[in-house]
Structures are given as C-alpha cells and as structure tokens.
C-alpha cells in the first residue's frame, strides 16, 4: 500500500523558496544526466500553457452556448445530448478548432522541448491537442493514448480507420449560424453512412486504429530497450491527475521502485506527491509546470 509524501508551499513567494530551487536544479541534473527519460504528459501540462477549458476562455467562445444552456466549462458541455447533430457539430467544431488547430497561448511546450530535444527521450501523454508535435517533438516518440482531436471515426464503430477532420471542422466554424452547421457538413461515415464521432476515449467505441497500435508499439520497445534495472532512467510525469493513473502515474512509480537508479519527478500545481517507498529517488515540484520548466 502506498502512503502520501508531498510538498507543502511557503508562506513567501513559492519560488524564492529554498527548498524549491533546489528541487528545480536536482531535476536540471537529472535531465542533463540520465540515459533516457520517458515524460508523461496530462491535462495539467496544457492548462500551464493556457488551454484552460472554463472562466473567461470558456466564456468568450462560447457564450451563446452558456446563455442557452446554462453549461459552466468547455468540458462537461461536451456530453450534452443535443438534439439536433447541426447543432452538436457547432459546438464540437469550435471546441476542436480552438484546442487543436490553434496555438497554445503560452510557450510551455517549447520550453519542454529545448530541454530534452537533444535527449534520449520519449512522450507518453493523455493529451489530445497535438500540443507537442506543434512544438517540435518527433512523432515517432509520442504515444497519444486517449485519441486526438484532429481525428474521426465512425460512432458505432462499423471499422476501425480514422479520419482527419481539420478542413471540415473549420468548414463548420466558420459557416455555422444560429448555433447550427449546415446539414451538408455533418460527417458521415464513408463505409455504414451513419453519423461520425470525434476520436476521443470516452467508452467501449474509441477506435484504436494503425497509427495508434503503431504508437504503443514503439513505446513499449523504447520501455524495453531503455527502462532496465540498471538504466539511470528520468521517468518525468507532468500535470497528472488522478483520472487515469493507471495509464502514467502508477507504471511510473513502479519502474522506479524498480529500479535504484531510477528517479522520478512530479511537477503539477496542487498534485505534485509520490508514494514515500520511493520518496528519496522523487522530485516533487508542487507549482506551475511553464514556471518550473523555465
């Protein structure tokens, strides 16, 4: 059974502290020095780089949605059941449009980026903003688990292919009235004809199509060829809640109890804890990640 062993934030300002700067140039070390790290990425990494999906954000793009329905975060009003599929595909068009085919409003993945582009490294990410391919990160070392805004499927699914959505989506945005989009733009499935769904893995129909199975390929081979007991193995989890902690937090923890020469680092405002059976091989930065990173 795992225990709890966390940081507490200062009285002053977090980080004028001490003990935090110290945090921050053991992880600079850590990432100069290992031979391989594998970064584990969640939501909290995109909110510190401003995709924020409530408050004035939230507001500004969708108010005729909030006035209507009531709806309070970009998040839950996506499972609304509209009634009408034009009127679902005005809201999810402008909900892709600006969590993927815009840029994040702070640099926070370039930051990530500079710090371990010249490493051995590799992406394992809930995520679904294509924020670290924007930022320079090699595809061939991301694992998007969960899907990607970018992509189709079909709802049932009759098939398992996906589909890039990015012309059609800003179609919609951009031709939409009413909160509706003309019914010629709705997608259809191009093998059943019935209705398409966003490639998101929200229950039992998330398509786990080529592209992903080739994904989670590689990243078990970088697990295996990199990941060993004696590899001095930086395992960096960024914004991760308590969601799905089985996809990065708890394999995370276990490698490096595995492993003496192991060290894990958590840095994510308000959740930046590890068990205490690995206390002294973590680093916990309980703060904003774009701050720590720079």
Same mark, same amino acid.
């Given at each position: 059974m795992y225990s709890k062993t966390g940081t507490m934030k200062s009285t002053k300002s977090y980080w004028d502290n001490a003990d935090t700067k110290a945090s921050?140039?053991?992880?600079? +070390?850590?990432?100069?020095?290992?031979?391989?790290?594998?970064?584990?990425?969640?939501?909290?990494?995109?909110?510190?780089?401003?995709?924020?999906? !409530?408050?004035?954000?939230?507001?500004?793009?969708?108010?005729?949605?909030?006035?209507?329905?009531?709806?309070?975060?970009?998040? !839950?009003?996506?499972?609304?059941?509209?009634? +009408?599929?034009?009127?679902?595909?005005?809201?999810?068009?402008?909900?892709?449009?600006?969590?993927?085919? #815009?840029? =994040?409003?702070?640099?926070?993945?370039?930051?990530?980026y500079a710090l371990v582009c010249e490493r051995n490294y590799f992406v394992l990410t809930t995520n679904v903003d294509h924020c670290f391919q924007k930022a320079g990160f090699d595809k061939q070392r991301l694992f998007y688990t969960q899907g990607d805004y970018g992509l189709w499927q079909c709802a049932k699914p009759c098939h398992h292919k996906t589909y890039d959505n990015e012309t059609v989506i800003k179609k919609m945005v951009f031709s939409q009235q009413n909160m509706a989009v003309p019914s010629e733009l709705i997608p259809r499935c191009p093998v059943c004809g019935g209705p398409m769904s966003m490639n998101l893995r !929200?229950?039992?129909?998330?398509?786990?199509?080529?592209?992903?199975?080739? =994904?989670? =390929?590689?990243?078990?081979?970088?697990?295996?060829?990199?990941?060993? #007991?004696?590899?001095?193995?930086?395992?960096?989890?960024?914004?991760?809640?308590?969601?799905?902690?089985?996809?990065?937090?708890?394999?995370?923890?276990?490698?490096?109890?595995?492993?003496?020469?192991?060290?894990?680092?958590?840095?994510?405002?308000? #959740?930046?804890?590890?068990?205490?059976?690995?206390?002294?091989q973590s680093i916990c930065i309980d703060g904003d990640i774009g701050e720590a990173l720079k």
């Open positions: 921050i140039e053991r992880l600079k +070390t850590e990432i100069r020095d290992a031979d391989a790290i594998l970064i584990g990425a969640g939501a909290g990494l995109s909110a510190s780089a401003g995709f924020t999906y !409530s408050g004035k954000r939230f507001e500004e793009n969708f108010s005729d949605f909030i006035e209507k329905y009531g709806f309070t975060d970009m998040y !839950s009003a996506g499972f609304y059941p509209y009634e +009408t599929l034009e009127e679902y595909w005005a809201y999810w068009s402008r909900y892709v449009y600006i969590n993927r085919y #815009q840029d =994040a409003p702070k640099a926070v993945y370039d930051d990530l !929200s229950d039992h129909t998330f398509v786990e199509d080529e592209g992903w199975h080739a =994904a989670a =390929a590689r990243y078990q081979k970088f697990i295996r060829r990199h990941c060993r #007991q004696s590899a001095k193995v930086l395992y960096l989890e960024l914004g991760v809640g308590g969601n799905t902690p089985g996809i990065i937090k708890y394999p995370f923890w276990q490698m490096t109890a595995a492993n003496p020469q192991a060290m894990y680092a958590c840095i994510n405002d308000g #959740q930046a804890w590890c068990p205490k059976e690995i206390e002294k």
